[in-house]
C-alpha cells in the first residue's frame, strides 16, 4: 500500500515558517503566517476567553459528547453573531466544526452531495486552502477577476465581467470580510451588486468569514454576508473563531446554510448531521463552549468586544503608520492602499523577486505573492519594513 503513495507538494506558509525559524538573525521578521500577534510577537489569550476558561474549570460536570452538530446553544450564538437577526430560525440550519477550514470542506461536502456537477468560483487569488480542497473533493473550480495589481484593490469591473458566466446551481464563494492574501473589500454597493448576478444566476453564495470584526468593526464586517442571506433564498456560510476569539488551537467553527423555507431546512440540518458522522462523530466543545459563554454572558461579551476593538484599531495604526513611512520614503502615494486595506493582510504588489530580496537582504519573511501580515509588525519595525520595500524598488 503505501509503496503507491505520492508526494504532496510542500506547503508554501509552512516551510517559510521553517525558514523564518532557521534564520539566525536578530531583527528578523515574520509577516509570512496568518496568526495575529501583539506587539511583542506574542499571539495571547484574550482577557474574555482566559475569564470564560476559569469559570468553565468551575462549572463543568462531565465531558461527556455534546450533539452530532454540537452543542445547539452555540449554533445560536455564533450565528447571532454573524447573522444578527437577518435569519428566521426556521430557515437556518447549523453544525459546529473544527475550525473555519472544516466549516469549509464540509460546505464543499454538502455541494457535492447536492449538485456534483456544481462549479466552484473562487476569487483571484484566495486563500490557498480554498482551491486545494475543492481540487480535493474532485468538484469543478473557475476563477473571477478580483485584486488589481495596478490600484491594489478591487477590480470590480472584472469580477462581474467573469461571474455573468456563472450557471444555475454552481456556487459563488466569496470573503465576508478583511479578503485573504489581499486585504482589499467590497464596498456594501457591490456587494448588492453581486447578490443581484448571484439570485439572477441561480447560483449559491458560499461567504467564507474569518475576520469578522478585524476589519471596520463586528457589525460592519458582517454586513456584506448579512445582505446576501436578506437577499437571496440560500446561502453557505463558514466562520471562524480562531482570530476574532484567538482560539486558534481549539479550532472552533460552525457551519451554517440558510434555506428558502422550513422544510428544507430540516432536510439540509440532517445532511449536515450526517455529514459529522462520517468525518468526526462529535465535533470539538471546549473552544465552542468558551465562544458560547463569551457571547452569552453580558460583562464577558463587553470584555472581549473590547479587547477585539483594541486589535482591530491597533492593525489599522499599523496600517497608517507603514502606509505614511512608505510615503515619506517614496514621495508618492503609491502605497496610500496599505491603509485602505482590512484585516490582517495587504497585497503589497511586489514580484517574487522583490519578495526575495527583501527576505535576503533584510531578513523580512512575507510569502512570495507578496501577501504580508500586518499583524506582524509592531511601531519598531514599521520602518525597517519601510527601508527594505524601497530599497527592493517595490
Not at 120 to 139: E, F, G, Q
Not at 251 to 264: E, F, N, Q
Not at 271 to 293: C, E, I, K, W, Y
Amino acid at each position: 500500500m503505501f509503496e503507491h503513495l505520492k508526494p504532496q507538494p510542500e506547503d508554501k506558509i509552512m516551510a517559510l515558517m521553517q525558514q523564518y525559524r532557521a534564520d539566525p538573525r536578530e531583527n528578523k521578521i515574520d509577516l509570512g503566517v496568518g496568526v495575529y500577534k501583539d506587539a511583542t510577537g506574542n499571539t495571547p489569550v484574550m482577557r474574555a476567553v482566559k475569564e470564560a476558561e476559569k469559570q468553565l474549570w468551575e462549572i463543568e460536570t462531565t465531558k461527556a459528547y455534546t450533539g452530532l452538530a454540537g452543542d445547539p446553544a452555540f449554533g445560536r450564538a455564533l450565528s447571532g453573531l454573524v447573522l444578527g437577526d437577518t435569519v428566521p430560525d426556521d430557515r437556518l440550519a447549523y453544525a459546529a466544526q473544527p475550525g473555519g477550514t472544516g466549516a469549509i470542506h464540509q460546505a464543499l461536502e454538502l455541494v457535492k452531495m447536492a449538485t456534483p456537477e456544481a462549479t466552484i468560483w473562487v476569487s483571484a487569488p484566495t486563500w490557498p486552502n480554498h482551491p486545494s480542497i475543492i481540487r480535493h473533493l474532485k468538484l469543478a473550480i473557475a476563477e473571477y477577476r478580483y485584486f488589481d495589481d495596478e490600484t491594489r484593490g478591487v477590480d470590480f469591473a472584472g469580477m462581474m465581467e467573469d461571474l455573468a458566466g456563472v450557471k444555475p446551481g454552481d456556487v459563488v464563494l466569496l470573503h465576508g470580510c478583511c479578503h485573504n492574501p489581499t486585504g482589499a473589500n467590497l464596498t456594501l454597493p457591490q456587494w448588492d451588486e453581486v447578490a443581484t448576478l448571484i439570485g439572477e444566476k441561480g447560483a449559491t453564495p458560499f461567504i467564507d468569514i474569518a475576520y469578522q470584526g478585524f476589519g471596520d468593526g463586528l457589525e460592519a464586517d458582517a454586513a456584506g454576508t448579512r445582505l446576501i442571506c436578506e437577499r437571496l433564498p440560500g446561502a453557505l456560510i463558514a466562520a471562524s473563531c480562531s482570530k476574532n476569539f484567538g482560539v486558534y488551537r481549539e479550532r472552533t467553527g460552525l457551519l451554517m446554510a440558510v434555506t428558502p423555507d422550513a422544510k428544507s431546512r430540516g432536510v439540509t440540518q440532517a445532511n449536515l448531521t450526517h455529514l459529522n458522522r462520517q468525518n468526526f462523530s462529535f465535533p470539538p466543545d471546549h473552544g465552542a463552549r468558551l465562544v458560547m459563554m463569551i457571547l452569552e454572558n453580558e460583562a464577558l461579551r463587553a470584555e472581549w468586544t473590547a479587547e477585539l476593538e483594541e486589535i482591530r484599531t491597533g492593525m489599522l495604526g499599523l496600517r497608517t503608520q507603514l502606509a505614511e513611512a512608505l510615503r515619506a520614503r517614496s514621495g508618492s502615494d503609491r502605497f496610500g492602499f496599505i491603509a485602505q486595506h482590512r484585516g490582517m493582510f495587504s497585497r503589497l504588489g511586489a514580484t517574487p523577486e522583490q519578495v526575495e530580496h527583501i527576505r535576503e537582504k533584510h531578513g523580512i519573511y512575507m510569502i512570495g505573492d507578496s501577501r504580508m501580515n500586518i499583524a506582524g509588525l509592531n511601531s519598531k519595525t514599521v520602518d525597517l519594513l519601510a527601508d527594505a520595500i524601497i530599497d527592493a524598488g517595490v
